[in-house]
């Protein structure tokens, strides 16, 4: 039972490079979320969908992209990539379109030089 | 700004004492108030919640407390365990509203149970 699936787990980029952080869900979660993780910040949202075609900002979106053509995947781009961005990105989701019980991956550690 | 404030940073408590975490928020319309425990290297993971017509909620050893006047909820681990050692978010949101369903975790609190 994979549950959530996140990819790469561990990426180093140079300033002003694009990426993409792949989020995979084997559960049929139409609720699938993106946080980003930084000491002493807690978790921030980056971006949620509440199902497939639908996509929302949260705290932070400023600097990543998403989108949500199917209910599994839900990938999030780094345009241009800053140090600002260095941070550690999980990937979330939950059963029916609330953000009830969530679901994280194990993390995506990025870091921008 | 700060929607949901957690205190303390860290804290320390030996085996078997009572580890108490507390939380404060902003918004009156947030309706559920979840806690999630993550270990090193690994995503958080829900402990245990509660919606606000309710003002206490017991698992196990884990209690939370939510005073909705005050806008205040707290997080109790009886019987603390080294194997509670970890960091504990509190979370709030709006999981209802539809398009608008998310949560706003706190800062997080690191954990150590010692011997």
């Known amino acids: 039972n994979a549950g959530v699936t996140q990819t790469p787990k561990f990426q180093v980029l140079k300033t002003g490079q694009s990426m993409t952080l792949q989020c995979a869900q084997d559960m049929n979660h139409e609720y699938m979320s993106w946080y980003r993780q930084d000491p002493g910040m807690g978790l921030r949202l980056i971006h949620y969908s509440v199902g497939a075609g639908i996509t929302d900002q949260g705290e932070v979106p400023n600097g990543y992209n998403v989108s949500r053509s199917t209910t599994e995947d839900f990938p999030l781009r780094l345009l241009s990539a800053a140090p600002s961005q260095t941070s550690v990105y999980f990937c979330a989701s939950s059963s029916g379109s609330w953000a009830g019980e969530l679901f994280f991956g194990e993390g995506s550690r990025l870091t921008v030089l | 700004q700060q929607q949901v404030k957690q205190s303390p940073q860290s804290l320390i408590v030996q085996k078997g004492g009572i580890s108490i975490i507390n939380c404060a928020y902003e918004?009156?319309?947030?309706?559920?108030f979840p806690w999630y425990q993550q270990f090193p290297g690994k995503g958080p993971a829900l402990l245990i919640a509660i919606r606000p017509d309710v003002s206490e909620k017991k698992e196990g050893r884990f209690t939370i407390s939510f005073n909705k006047s005050a806008k205040q909820f707290s997080l109790h681990i009886m019987d603390s365990q080294p194997g509670d050692s970890a960091t504990y978010f509190c979370a709030a949101g709006t999981p209802f509203a539809g398009t608008a369903s998310k949560l706003t975790f706190g800062t997080g609190t690191r954990l150590q149970v010692t011997l």
């Open positions: 918004n009156t319309a947030f309706d559920y």
